[in-house]
């Protein structure tokens, strides 16, 4: 079955710093890939997506390629701030067929940024 | 602009009590509808989908059951809580690829 890991971190970086959340992932046809944050209390919000091999998602400074050769979508920030500490969750979604599309989740990771 | 509800936000029940979380969206129709539950750990889980009323889909066999009575509402139930139901339950709509998420319910079984 579809399967996605993701380093669990925790990751704790200082205010500017370069960030890097690695993903893999495991997933049979051509699976639509995500990142999404979760701040603390709250619900998820997606960060960004890719339905294709070698699309680039961008959301607020984070960006993620879609590497089919390496099956890999990494979440990289070239200068985080103390406000993108949070869990960032990647997943993919494979649709069964009609209109429904389940994704497939990473057990997260906790970044802390401090200043 | 779509939206999605949630409530209780927070919840305390007695192991043995009954269940009853609701979901309500707006601003669309006929979306696919989802429950997960985060226990602490912080992994998502997938409890139930729903691809139109009346149609319900169990992903983990367990004490919970879903029910969907209206295009834009989602419910998720149980006659007897256990311990180990205790996490966030997050309900979710899509209608394509993206899904989107509501606030979350912290459900503590004590």
């Known amino acids: 079955g579809d399967s996605v890991t993701q380093m669990e971190g925790p990751v704790t970086l200082s205010e500017e710093a370069f960030l890097t959340i690695n993903c893999t992932y495991t997933a049979t046809g051509y699976p639509s890939l995500f990142w999404y944050v979760q701040y603390p209390g709250e619900g998820l919000q997606l960060l960004l997506k890719?339905?294709?091999?070698?699309d680039k998602g961008s959301n607020k400074g984070f960006e993620a390629t879609y590497r089919k050769e390496t099956t890999s979508f990494h979440l990289e920030k070239g200068s985080v701030q103390v406000s993108d500490s949070a869990v960032y969750f990647c997943a993919l979604s494979s649709g069964s067929g009609g209109s429904n599309y389940k994704l497939t989740f990473g057990k997260g990771t906790l970044l802390t940024v401090n200043p | 602009s779509q939206t999605i509800h949630q409530w209780p936000a927070t919840l305390v029940q007695p192991v043995g009590s009954p269940l009853s979380l609701e979901c309500t969206v707006e601003?669309?129709?006929?979306?696919?509808l989802y429950w997960y539950r985060q226990a602490a750990g912080r992994g998502l889980q997938l409890l139930f989908y729903s691809v139109g009323i009346g149609q319900i889909s169990s992903e983990v066999p367990q004490n919970l059951s879903a029910s969907r009575p209206q295009d834009r509402q989602f419910i998720l139930s149980s006659k007897k809580l256990l311990l180990s139901d205790s996490g966030f339950y997050l309900c979710a709509w899509s209608r394509g690829y993206d899904q989107y998420f509501g606030p979350g319910t912290r459900l503590t079984v004590t």
């Open positions: 890719a339905t294709k091999a070698d």
């Open positions: 601003g669309t129709s006929n979306p696919n």
